[in-house]
């Protein structure tokens, strides 16, 4: 399984940004799929995911100007941030979890500055 992020860039503070991360390679053994950050300093924290059993968890900093989606059909999961704050910027990181093995993206910046 690979996992590839699209769509960060630097954006002014109350505004959007959709990211998009495409899996490909073993995609049906993937079980779970989602968005990480780490900004400058800090550890690696969960953004927003798709759980094995199909919901979604959201960070409590991100709730309500986040949302999470896929499309299946393009083995793919967006991240639609808005209201965008400087505190969201950090690196962002797409995960696929298969049976016991996690997999990662190179990541994607996203800065949120003025």
């Known amino acids: 399984v690979q996992v590839r992020e699209f769509g960060g860039g630097l954006v002014q503070p109350g505004e959007s940004l959709r990211l998009s991360c495409v899996a490909s390679?073993?995609?049906?053994?993937?079980?779970?799929m989602g968005w990480y950050r780490q900004a400058p300093g800090k550890q690696r924290e969960l953004v927003a995911d798709?759980?094995?059993?199909?919901?979604?968890n959201y960070a409590e900093s991100v709730k309500g100007r986040f949302t999470i989606s896929r499309d299946n059909s393009r083995n793919t999961v967006y991240l639609q941030m808005n209201n965008l704050k400087s505190e969201d910027t950090a690196v962002y990181y797409c995960n696929a979890t298969t049976h016991g093995m996690d997999y990662w993206g190179e990541g994607t910046l996203v800065t949120v500055s003025s």
């Open positions: 390679g073993s995609t049906a053994s993937i079980n779970a």
């Open positions: 798709f759980t094995t059993i199909g919901t979604t």
